[in-house]
């Protein structure tokens, strides 16, 4: 069974294995947010690719919003040239760690949440407090949301593969029981 899985957000986050003086970022670009006082980096939204990214005095940059793996790396990437045409001196090389991936899925069926939260390990499911129910498998070590509707939430994947395989994962288990 194919699904049309789209991917809604992916957190990337690189050190670059420097300080960075964020007083500089904030004085000479625009698109910044900085409020120490509140929380110690700064966000800087980006239009193209668009996506937000935390950037903290330690030199590692978090960049969340970003709808592809790709984008963010990209997000990243062009952060690390506007510190360079600053003066800064960032390492040509440094990590991109893709932290997580949130896609959604709609199966092509409904589901019945009762059910799978009685037959299924690693559930919870109440109703009263939200319509989703939240379901955890380890292989890849995934949170899923699902809703009766058919359509499910996948986050905690660390790449496409691991979302893919774990769609497919979940959707075998449910046919096992509905």
């Given at each position: 069974m194919a699904f049309r899985i789209k991917i809604e957000n992916v957190v990337a986050s690189a050190s670059l294995g420097v300080p960075v003086k964020l007083e500089k970022l904030v004085a000479?670009?625009?698109?910044?947010?900085?409020?120490p006082e509140q929380f110690p980096g700064l966000v800087m939204r980006l239009k193209d690719p668009k996506a937000a990214a935390l950037i903290f005095s330690s030199g590692k940059i978090v960049c969340t919003?970003?709808?592809s793996p790709k984008d963010?790396?990209?997000?990243?990437?062009?952060?690390?040239k506007r510190m360079n045409r600053l003066g800064m001196k960032i390492p040509k090389s440094y990590k991109v760690q893709l932290e997580n991936i949130v896609a959604s899925a709609k199966l092509d069926r409904e589901l019945n949440l009762n059910n799978?939260?009685?037959t299924l390990e690693n559930t919870e499911y109440e109703p009263e407090q939200f319509p989703g129910l939240v379901m955890r498998i380890d292989d890849p070590r995934v949170t899923f949301l699902l809703f009766g509707s058919g359509k499910i939430i996948c986050t905690g994947g660390r790449s496409i593969q691991d979302v893919k395989r774990a769609v497919a994962k979940?959707?075998?288990?449910?046919?096992?029981?509905?």
């Open positions: 000479n670009l625009d698109g910044i947010e900085y409020e919003g970003a709808k963010a790396k990209l997000v990243i990437s062009k952060i690390v799978i939260a009685f979940a959707d075998k288990k449910l046919r096992k029981i509905q």
